[in-house]
């Protein structure tokens, strides 16, 4: 089993940076695949970024390509995201998700854990 904590999330004005982190517990493995994923209301669920477990592979979806980084410290067990130039469309409930082995993609469907997600609100 795994657990899932994500922390960072809050309110920041638009063109302002968050930094969220996932911290993973329990039964983790080199062949897991950490992704971030976001829910706004009204919405469906979001792929965000995903990163190998030895960090050596990321992807991005386009909305966030060139503003949003995503990292690993496997000392710490722990998955970042670092989000810079946030947008009022930014606004959602962020999710950290595990998926015990695969490609690195945004398919949630894949990803067989999940954290309860931490809030992030961009003001215009």
């Known amino acids: 089993q795994v657990q899932l904590v994500e922390s960072g999330g809050g309110l920041v004005q638009a063109g302002g940076s968050l930094r969220l982190a996932c911290a993973a517990s329990?039964?983790?493995?080199?062949?897991?695949?950490m992704g971030w994923f976001r829910q706004a209301p009204g919405k469906e669920r979001e792929f965000v970024a995903a990163?190998?477990?030895?960090?050596?592979?990321?992807i991005y979806a386009d909305s966030v390509k060139g503003r949003f980084t995503i990292s690993m410290d496997k000392a710490k067990n722990t998955v970042y995201l670092q989000m810079n130039s946030l947008k009022p469309e930014d606004t959602a409930n962020y999710y950290c998700?595990?998926?015990?082995?695969?490609?690195?993609?945004?398919?949630?469907?894949?990803?067989?854990?999940w954290g309860q997600g931490t809030q992030v609100t961009v003001s215009s």
């Open positions: 998700a595990l998926k015990r082995i695969g490609l690195v993609n945004g398919r949630d469907y894949e990803y067989g854990y």
């Open positions: 329990g039964r983790t493995f080199s062949t897991n695949v």
């Open positions: 990163i190998s477990w030895s960090g050596g592979s990321t």
